[in-house]
T-cell receptor, first 116, second 115 residues
Framework: AQKITQTQPGMFVQEKEAVTLDCTYD???????LFWYKQPSSGEMIFLIY??????QNATEGRYSLNFQKARKSANLVISASQLGDSAMYFC?????????????FGRGTSLIVHP | DSGVTQTPKHLITATGQRVTLRCSPR?????VYWYQQSLDQGLQFLIQ???????AKGNILERFSAQQFPDLHSELNLSSLELGDSALYFC??????????????FGPGTRLTVL
């Protein structure tokens, strides 16, 4: 079965600093996708970044980058130059071919607070 | 704005009642997924449809059912509601079928409160 682990329930960062949110995953599949979503206090789930298991380069989207270490099964999200609006819950997720289902699996999330 | 729409935004009802949540996927997306998010259970996958057909089932209760219509919008029906069904219900859509790792885009959610 697939599993996503986010070990940091809460993180604090100073505005303009960089922060890394940890995510480790467990799967026996060779082909899978890794995702990060942001959920602000308003409740919506916002897609941030995607990394495919066969992608050789780490994904980047603006201030977001994904530090993908396949051998360690980790997919950490790096937010550079944090802004107050980055305060939110962040969820790591994966989709893989376990049993052919590709059912998405989400971690429990990390709450990020950005201090001015 | 993800392009996925959900109605209603908020729903307050009583135990034992039945409600219907509605979702319209992004233009061009054929897959629709339903999730339940509660504080104690986190984000739980309920069910997926692709082009009108059920493709994958997660932790969906028998009291819950869903369908996807020919115009690709989907409805999630929750019946015999219990207090524990109070949660945020998300719909997400993606372009391809379940045997893919393509990105899901989430709607704004429907917050259900059962009193």
């Amino acid at each position: 079965a697939q599993k996503i682990t986010q070990t940091q329930p809460g993180m604090f960062v100073q505005e303009k600093e960089a922060v890394t949110l940890d995510c480790t995953y467990d799967t026996s599949d060779q082909s899978y996708g890794l995702f990060w979503y942001k959920q602000p206090s308003s409740g919506e789930m916002i897609f941030l970044i995607y990394q495919g298991s066969y992608d050789e380069q780490n994904a980047t989207e603006g201030r977001y980058s994904l530090n993908f270490q396949k051998a360690r099964k980790s997919a950490n999200l790096v937010i550079s130059a944090s802004q107050l609006g980055d305060s939110a819950m962040y969820f790591c997720a994966m989709r893989g071919g376990t049993g052919g289902s590709y059912i998405p699996t989400f971690g429990r999330g990390t709450s990020l607070i950005v201090h001015p | 704005d993800s392009g996925v729409t959900q109605t209603p935004k908020h729903l307050i009802t009583a135990t034992g009642q039945r409600v219907t949540l509605r979702c319209s996927p992004r233009s061009g997306d054929l897959s629709v997924y339903w999730y339940q998010q509660s504080l104690d259970q986190g984000l739980q996958f309920l069910i997926q449809y692709y082009n009108g057909e059920e493709r994958a089932k997660g932790n969906i209760l028998e009291r819950f059912s869903a369908q996807q219509f020919p115009d690709l919008h989907s409805e999630l029906n929750l019946s015999s509601l219990e207090l524990g069904d109070s949660a945020l219900y998300f719909c997400a859509s993606s372009h391809r079928d379940y045997r893919s790792t393509d990105t899901q885009y989430f709607g704004p959610g429907t917050r259900l409160t059962v009193l």
